[in-house]
């Protein structure tokens, strides 16, 4: 296997990992609060304002129908 193949199932690993979940694994990785400050900013803004992501993916699928 490839290292690109790795990656690309890596991130879909982590992509369906819940937010709490993606917390999780960089604490156990990284240790509890430690590195990574910005990816912990965005899960935790995932965490706290849920609504936001989903109509994030909703005009995503709009964009892609319309063809821009």
Same mark, same amino acid.
């Given at each position: 296997? #490839?290292?690109?193949? @790795? &990656?690309? *199932?890596?991130? *879909?690993?982590? &992509?369906?990992?819940?937010? @709490?979940?993606? !917390? @999780?694994? !960089? #604490?156990?990785?990284?240790? $509890?609060?430690?590195? &990574?400050?910005?990816?912990? &900013? $965005?899960?935790?803004?995932? =965490?706290?304002?849920?609504? =936001? @992501? =989903?109509?994030? *993916?909703?005009?995503?699928?709009?964009?892609? $129908?319309?063809?821009?």
């Amino acid at each position: 296997m #490839d290292k690109q193949q @790795e &990656a690309i *199932e890596r991130n *879909e690993y982590w &992509a369906q990992l819940t937010p @709490e979940q993606q !917390l @999780e694994s !960089l #604490d156990s990785r990284l240790g $509890k609060g430690v590195g &990574a400050k910005k990816q912990r &900013a $965005k899960i935790n803004s995932k =965490i706290l304002n849920p609504q =936001i @992501e =989903i109509q994030r *993916e909703k005009k995503k699928k709009k964009r892609g $129908k319309n063809g821009k």
